[in-house]
């Protein structure tokens, strides 16, 4: 069993060199192995120009992501520091809500004011009109 193992072992070892030899031979006989080798060439240039190309692309797309990022974070630091300029202090904003307060404290009490004018004017009105009442029935 050792025999075969071995045996089987040794026909794959020279298959693979015999199949790794006829890889590398050219493909034409002598004279016309010149032509092989500059197509070879050829096609191993156009492939590298490609490489270079995609390569250049993708260096392109990376420079305007890294813009856009840059773009991005300078619009976050201006937002930032014009909200910390214009952001209002404790002190100002008591100031605001008194004024706030004061104004509607004047617009009620104006109210108030108002409301007691036409609630004379109803019962002036009422007693006008119960007078009048009263001396049409004598």
Not at 2 to 14: G, L, N, Y
Not at 42 to 67: D, G, L
Not at 105 to 111: G, K
Request: include cysteine; charged fraction near 25%.
């Amino acid at each position: 069993m050792q025999v075969q193992s071995m045996s089987d072992r040794e026909w794959k070892t020279e298959m693979f060199l015999l199949v790794k030899e006829y890889e590398n031979k050219p493909h034409f006989p002598p004279p016309f192995s010149i032509i092989e080798s500059v197509v070879s060439l050829v096609n191993y240039v156009r492939h590298s120009m490609n490489e270079v190309q995609v390569s250049m692309e993708s260096i392109e797309a990376e420079r305007k992501s890294t813009e856009r990022y840059i773009v991005f974070e300078n619009y976050c630091v201006d937002k930032i520091l014009k909200e910390r300029d214009t952001r209002v202090t404790t002190e100002q904003q008591v100031q605001s809500t008194i004024m706030c307060v004061d104004s509607q404290h004047s617009r009620l009490f104006d109210m108030g004011l108002l409301i007691q004018d036409i609630d004379r004017a109803i019962h002036s009105h009422s007693h006008t009109k119960a007078a009048a009442n009263s001396g049409h029935k004598h």
